[in-house]
């Protein structure tokens, strides 16, 4: 018998499909909310809610999975999961995650796609809701929890290329639909990740002018003394660097290749010498060991790699800077004060419709 109950809310293309998409690619499988539930022996997946019929039927055909509800309320209270993963949009996530925590219904974790939310006063009220229902929140940031990228996390804690100083992340995307980039400075830079200070230079004028989605070249003060450059923007190459003191780890092609850096003690040699990248002892998929990382904080109270509070610092580093670039570079301190500032992920901007059934209403068209 399974030791926790899983439910999800959405079932499109992060809960489901996203799988046919990175098959055969070097992603590690599986990459969808659903197939990493079939792959965590000690989870039974208990219901499925979705307010389009032809998602929930696509759904439950896929994995001949009956259990499935047009009102995630209605879910919950008939099947009271342990974990709820929330795969929707970022539009309606505020009011879900609000609505679970006042339902006492014995969820325990609550695990929502990125970002956490659309403005900051939804994420802060999302983050205390959940502190108050001693729910676990976590923000799936995913590499957070990639076995590459927490090895390269246990070497810097370690000490391995010394004192950490610089961080860049290179990648194209969106301030908050890509949040993925700002969580992985933060997180490649040691300690909490919390940032003091920002400058934002983002790619128009225009749209940073209002609270749509947009990329850029963000500089990041964080507490801790270290400096961080990410560029979210169409960028060629997915590339992140790491420098310390004694060496450097650097991750290529979005992790699939890593070297590693380090000052040589043998004065034959050049000074820093590359050495070998220690490899993970166990390869699950992201996904998969972030299920497993939420289901151990449940039982020990520890916070998920990427939690709750993670999420709503990403998006407060993201408002700040675009308010940075509004404000012709100027130099934004965090916390950033005013809570009713937003941005609508990328994703909001191409409407209410999921893409899946639109696709296949075009192709219908065809």
Not at 24 to 39: E, I, K, N, W
Request: glycine fraction near 8%; aromatic fraction near 6%; hydrophobic fraction near 35%.
């Amino acid at each position: 018998m399974s030791q926790y109950k899983a439910a999800l809310i959405g079932t499109g293309r992060i809960a489901s499909t996203i799988d046919d998409e990175v098959e055969g690619t070097d992603t590690l499988m599986p990459m969808s909310h659903m197939g990493s539930y079939l792959a965590c022996s000690e989870v039974d997946v208990v219901g499925a809610a979705d307010p389009h019929p032809q998602q929930r039927d696509s759904f439950s055909k896929r994995y001949g999975f009956p259990h499935m509800f047009e009102d995630y309320r209605d879910m919950i209270e008939k099947t009271r999961p342990d974990i709820v993963s929330i795969c929707t949009s970022a539009k309606p996530r505020a009011d879900i995650v609000l609505n679970i925590a006042a339902m006492d219904a014995g969820v325990k974790a609550i695990y929502a796609e990125k970002p956490i939310s659309i403005s900051l006063d939804e994420a802060d009220r999302m983050v205390e809701a959940c502190d108050k229902a001693g729910i676990v929140l976590a923000v799936n940031c995913s590499r957070r929890w990639d076995p590459w990228y927490t090895k390269a996390r246990q070497l810097i804690d370690n000490g391995i290329i010394g004192d950490i100083m610089h961080v860049t992340v290179n990648q194209f995307g969106h301030l908050s639909h890509n949040s993925h980039m700002l969580n992985l400075a933060r997180y490649l830079a040691g300690g909490d990740g919390r940032v003091s200070w920002v400058f934002g230079e983002m790619d128009d004028d225009e749209i940073a002018k209002t609270d749509d989605d947009l990329g850029g070249v963000s500089y990041l003060a964080f507490e801790s003394g270290v400096r961080g450059i990410v560029r979210m923007q169409s960028w060629l190459f997915n590339e992140s660097e790491i420098h310390g003191t004694d060496g450097k780890i650097r991750a290529l092609n979005d992790g699939q290749e890593w070297e590693l850096w380090r000052r040589s003690d043998d004065p034959r040699r050049a000074t820093v010498v590359r050495h070998l990248f220690p490899l993970p002892q166990r390869i699950d998929s992201p996904n998969v060991r972030a299920i497993r990382d939420i289901l151990h904080c449940t039982e020990t109270g520890d916070q998920p790699l990427s939690s709750g509070e993670d999420g709503r610092h990403d998006l407060e580093v993201a408002v700040a800077l675009r308010e940075s670039h509004r404000q012709g570079g100027k130099r934004i301190d965090l916390p950033f004060p005013d809570r009713s500032q937003k941005i609508n992920s990328y994703e909001v901007l191409l409407g209410d419709e999921p893409r899946a059934i639109a696709r296949a209403r075009d192709r219908k068209g065809k």
